[in-house]
């Protein structure tokens, strides 16, 4: 009788320890799903294409240097197009075209809005997908622009930031200043004039000009891209994939692509440099001009002698990370032969990537599965051993790069750090040092100031001291600007990288705009994938607040049935449909960040405007009359031309009338 109250007892005590253990995890996890909201974008902006002289300035820094392709863009950063230079950005399909003497703020990018400072010059933007809960806004010192529809659309700002000239060739957009609400629609060319009070006229679409042309020439070639067969036009960086490289069938792998005319002896992330961009921290930046979504996305593959990058599943938009790689002897305590120094080797298919920031368990899943081919099973236990039992170093564990020949690269500390070219400064390990070394998610190496400059010269190119402190207004209110590196490794007390780079914020609340326009109901769209992102309601330092617009009026995905752009006879120009289309409401996408709320600040730049007020009927009359005229002024469109049949067919003969 003793004897199993005895074992009645330990069978008590176990079950209690194992429901405790269980109880502990699911509270782990829910803190990790807590956590979400701190989650860094799953996208950035990308600098792919510069003519003439296009400067760069880091978000929270003051120095201005030589834009460097391919690396990231993200809020707070700056570029300048000079006189006579152009440049283009990309953020996932949507392409944005700085023209002459144009200077841009990144007010807000994360993975659903993308907001815009224009303190001068002139942007064109493509934007081929909008979901319910995305937002396009170009600022400009006197009106908002919130572009409502996939469509073709221009801004310019006059030298003094006193007019804004919107155009819009395909798609829909809305027009916030002054007290005033517009709807700009295809076809319509818009000039806004004055601050305070904004006076408004409109016109037809002007003859193109260079500018023009170039970006209209530059979004044919994507509407051809090849590559959108095999990946989402959602993963930054695929529009360069086809001039550079082929894609192939590989057994076990699916579709690969692979870059021609690479140097001898070439590996992944090892023909760039690195950089600290927070809050994803060191950040892989590749020379090659295709090089930004084979490092930032999928796996590479090392197969017959030769390195294939592997895209994996395709879904409507896949995370993007700073770099998919393993770390080698990167600790404190750990020493090559060779020096100290670091090392580091592109993760194979299937392989798990553990970010080296601080994210949430729901994250950890989806930049794994969005850009790989992995068992959840495996990403569990891969989380479990480095992030719950804070494990820096990852065992037993098979890494397949890490053994192939020439697969890993070794680098001294200071080129690290410094954003030096890694190809001028590899050090020569032993294979079988390499082997032994150990793994790690993480780098135990500080950023300075030199690591978030990156690797541009420093320029005397840059925009006026009146354009650099221009405000302008907005309708959603950005972040503050990021602080500088210095200041942060301060608080920090030098130990940064050390540190969660994503500080705890308060309790979730609804996003926020300013007050005081008047609403209208929304149009039945799309089921949004999940909630909008929060916008900051800190005050940006180069915004002046502005009152919310009437509510989003959401149109079906894909691009609007082609219009005359340049609304003159023979311009028709039909851009070709998305190759690739996606459903809309299928595939995966990522669960959304929560709403969070942030100290508000006040700055002496920021000055509200007017809310927006109901027009009376001498206005509306007004309105009304400028939409007549331009409706009448409208060229007529040439009549369809009957298709003339080839030599091979034979013309049918009309017979004639009465037999």
Avoid at 24 to 53: F, K
Avoid at 620 to 632: C, N, P
Wanted: aromatic letters at 10%; one cysteine or more; a negative charge.
């Amino acid at each position: 009788m003793k004897t199993q109250r005895l074992w009645a007892g330990m069978l008590l005590l176990a079950g209690f320890f194992f429901v405790l253990q269980l109880t502990t995890i699911a509270i782990a996890q829910d803190q990790g799903d807590e956590d979400q909201g701190q989650d860094p974008p799953g996208r950035v902006a990308r600098l792919n294409y510069m003519q003439g002289s296009v400067s760069f300035r880091p978000a929270g820094e003051d120095d201005w240097v030589t834009a460097v392709p391919n690396r990231p863009i993200v809020t707070g950063d700056d570029l300048w197009a000079d006189e006579n230079s152009r440049a283009e950005v990309h953020v996932g399909s949507a392409a944005i075209r700085l023209g002459p003497k144009t200077g841009i703020t990144f007010l807000n990018l994360d993975d659903n809005t993308a907001q815009i400072r224009l303190a001068q010059g002139s942007l064109i933007v493509r934007v081929r997908h909008v979901d319910d809960d995305d937002t396009y806004e170009i600022d400009t010192p006197n009106t908002a622009f919130s572009l409502l529809q996939p469509g073709e659309y221009r801004v310019d700002v006059s030298q003094d930031g006193s007019q804004t000239i919107t155009t819009v060739w395909h798609g829909r957009g809305r027009v916030t200043g002054g007290g005033s609400s517009y709807t700009v629609i295809a076809g319509q060319s818009a000039t806004f004039t004055g601050t305070d009070q904004v006076n408004y006229d409109l016109g037809q679409i002007p003859n193109r000009d260079d500018f023009d042309d170039w970006a209209f020439e530059r979004d044919d070639r994507e509407d051809h891209a090849d590559s959108a067969n095999y990946v989402s036009r959602e993963m930054t960086g695929y529009e360069d994939l086809d001039e550079y490289g082929d894609w192939n069938y590989e057994a076990g792998y699916g579709p690969c692509w692979r870059p021609r005319a690479v140097v001898a002896g070439w590996t992944p992330y090892r023909f760039g440099h690195w950089v600290y961009v927070g809050p994803w921290g060191w950040t892989w930046v590749e020379d090659e001009p295709w090089g930004f979504a084979p490092f930032h996305y999928g796996r590479w593959a090392f197969i017959n002698e030769g390195w294939f990058w592997v895209p994996g599943p395709v879904v409507v938009r896949p995370i993007w990370a700073p770099a998919l790689v393993a770390f080698v002897g990167g600790g404190p305590n750990f020493r090559f032969s060779a020096g100290v120094g670091v090392g580091w080797f592109p993760l194979a298919p299937g392989e798990v990537y553990v970010p080296g920031y601080r994210v949430s368990r729901t994250y950890v899943n989806n930049v794994n599965i969005t850009n790989t081919t992995v068992n959840i099973t495996k990403v569990t236990n891969v989380y479990n051993t480095v992030i719950i039992n804070k494990s820096t170093t990852i065992n037993n564990i098979t890494y397949v790069n890490q053994r192939v020949n020439n697969g890993v690269t070794v680098v001294d500390r200071e080129t690290f750090v410094n954003a030096r070219p890694v190809a001028n400064h590899v050090l020569r390990v032993e294979p079988r040092e390499i082997a032994s070394a150990p793994v790690s998610h993480v780098v135990a190496a500080e950023p300075v100031r030199t690591s978030v400059i990156g690797a541009g010269r420093p320029v005397a190119a840059k925009p006026p001291a009146a354009v650099i402190s221009r405000p302008v207004v907005a309708v959603r209110t950005p972040p503050p600007p990021p602080r500088p590196i210095e200041q942060r490794q301060t608080e920090a007390g030098g130990h940064l990288n050390q540190q969660s780079l994503v500080r705890p914020v308060g309790p979730s609340q609804p996003a926020q705009t300013n007050q005081g326009a008047r609403s209208q109901p929304a149009q039945p769209g799309f089921r949004p994938f999940g909630q909008p992102n929060p916008p900051n309601t800190s005050t940006n330092s180069q915004v002046k607040p502005m009152l919310k617009p009437q509510p989003r009026v959401y149109e079906q995905q894909g691009t609007p049935e082609p219009e005359n752009r340049g609304m003159q006879a023979n311009e028709n120009r039909n851009p070709e449909p998305n190759r690739n289309p996606q459903p809309p409401n299928q595939g995966f996408r990522p669960p959304q960040q929560q709403e969070r709320s942030f100290p508000q600040e006040t700055h002496p730049l920021v000055r509200p405007t007017p809310p927006v007020q109901e027009h009376n009927q001498q206005q509306e009359q007004q309105q009304a009359e400028k939409f007549h005229q331009w409706q009448e002024q409208r060229p007529t469109p040439p009549p369809p031309q009957r298709q003339q049949p080839s030599r091979s067919e034979p013309q049918r003969q009309e017979k004639p009338k009465g037999h």
